[in-house]
């Protein structure tokens, strides 16, 4: 149960840093890495690893890297 709660507040904290990110003009895959960041063990330390963790942040990875090729611009 308790990490449906982590996994709650990592979802909502980047939905979050990505539209902050977005209002002030950078790309949003820069606020999300800020915030994972900040909530891993190299900041607040809300969210440690453990292999459910380890497991979704390889799915996000792969979803980080399709998206900032979605936001590059080529031109």
Same mark, same amino acid.
């Given at each position: 149960?308790? *990490?449906?709660?982590?996994?709650? @507040?990592?979802?909502? #904290? %980047? %939905?979050?840093?990505?539209? =902050? #990110?977005?209002?002030? $003009?950078?790309?949003?895959?820069?606020?999300?890495?800020?915030? $994972?960041?900040? @909530?891993?063990?190299?900041?607040?330390?809300?969210?440690?690893?453990?292999? =459910?963790?380890?497991?979704? #942040?390889?799915?996000?990875?792969?979803?980080?890297? *399709?998206?900032?090729?979605?936001?590059?611009? =080529? #031109?």
């Amino acid at each position: 149960m308790e *990490f449906i709660g982590i996994l709650c @507040l990592i979802l909502i #904290s %980047t %939905t979050i840093g990505s539209h =902050l #990110s977005r209002r002030i $003009g950078i790309p949003a895959v820069i606020g999300q890495l800020l915030v $994972g960041v900040l @909530l891993g063990e190299a900041g607040l330390g809300w969210v440690h690893p453990s292999v =459910l963790v380890h497991n979704f #942040s390889e799915i996000g990875v792969i979803l980080l890297m *399709f998206l900032a090729g979605l936001e590059s611009d =080529l #031109s």
